[in-house]
């Protein structure tokens, strides 16, 4: 019998992915167990591995798992996929009884990275944030709008960025990226 189970696999990776030379470049960095967690930040940790930022605007990032803080009781949990399963089975058990909610979200968004010495300069093309490195730092991240997209930012590094996207956006985000990247340096 034909195994008819489902095998995630990124929406991206067909999609040429923009890159200009001394500028940027785009990539996939592949599927992600992805979790929206809202509730007490002290509730977790011990399940997820990773103490959850208890301050505005800051990723914690332990090895392959990272907490974004999206707002004073939200959270953007992210994981391995091949983690996904047995991470949400042990994050729903650490609160069962609580006042808390786990939603998983790795069907809905989708990644994106994008790293080069104009990184910034390229994002700020549809991203009314300042960028620089002194108002957005390493580590900082926020929910913002990419053009008319929603968007969760992450800096990652001096010059990477990593962006969180609704997965029915993605295609779109990759080629305003590609646009950009002619009017970039």
């Known amino acids: 019998m034909a195994d008819l189970a489902m095998s995630r696999r990124s929406l991206l990776a067909e999609v040429a992915m923009p890159s200009k030379s001394g500028v940027a470049a785009v990539t996939d960095p592949g599927e992600s167990a992805r979790f929206i967690y809202r509730g007490d930040p002290a509730l977790l940790p011990a399940a997820f591995g990773v103490a959850l930022p208890t301050i505005p605007m800051r990723a914690v990032v332990d090895v392959s798992r990272a907490a974004l803080w999206l707002g004073p009781d939200e959270w953007l949990l992210l994981a ?84 969180e996207v609704t997965r029915s956006f993605g295609p779109y985000v990759v080629e305003l990226l590609r646009e950009a990247m002619f009017g970039v340096a």
Do not use: Y
């Not at 994050?91 to 939603?103: E, T």
């Not at 929910?143 to 962006?163: C, G, H, M, P, S």
């Open 80 to 163: 391995r996929q091949e983690d996904g399963a047995t991470l949400g089975v042990a994050l729903a058990a650490a609160l069962a009884g609580k006042a808390a909610s786990l939603v998983d979200v790795s069907h809905r968004q989708v990644g994106l990275i994008v790293a080069g010495s104009h990184a910034a300069e390229l994002l700020n093309a549809g991203c009314p944030l300042d960028l620089d490195a002194t108002a957005f730092p390493v580590g900082m991240c926020t929910r913002t709008i990419l053009a008319k997209v929603e968007i969760i930012l992450w800096r990652t590094a001096e010059d990477t960025f990593r962006i």
